[in-house]
């Protein structure tokens, strides 16, 4: 059982950064797809960015587009989430998964193994 721990969450003014990591100690990162997401109060999961396990492409959803960075720490077993630039509405509990198959889309189903979430919020 692959079990996640997202970490790095926090509070932030608007325009902050934060990096999330995503981490296990069961099996090694690179060789999966990895995926984020998050769901804020109210409102559906929603995916964010996902990093694909055959060739490094990536994927972001225009909502982070420019302003979130996915990346794999592979010495450290870590996918990160660089995300700059934040807003008030990216306020959500964030969320890796990851992926059943090499492809890289950020759809709920293609994924298993999620972590407990990590609290990100943004003040205005």
């Known amino acids: 059982q692959v079990q996640l721990v997202e970490s790095g969450g926090g509070l932030v003014q608007a325009g902050g950064s934060l990096r999330l990591s995503c981490s296990t100690s069961?099996?090694?990162?690179?060789?999966?797809?990895i995926g984020w997401f998050r769901q804020a109060p109210g409102k559906e999961r929603e995916g964010l960015s996902c990093?694909?396990?055959?060739?490094?492409?990536?994927y972001y959803t225009d909502s982070v587009k420019g302003r979130f960075t996915i990346s794999r720490d592979n010495a450290k077993n870590t996918v990160n989430l660089q995300m700059d630039s934040l807003k008030p509405e990216d306020t959500a509990v964030y969320y890796c998964?990851?992926?059943?198959?090499?492809?890289?889309?950020?759809?709920?189903?293609?994924?298993?193994?999620w972590g407990q979430g990590t609290q990100v919020t943004v003040s205005s």
């Open positions: 069961v099996v090694p990162l690179a060789h999966y797809t």
């Open positions: 990093i694909s396990s055959s060739d490094g492409s990536t």
């Open positions: 998964a990851v992926g059943k198959t090499m492809i890289c889309r950020v759809v709920s189903q293609d994924y298993d193994h």
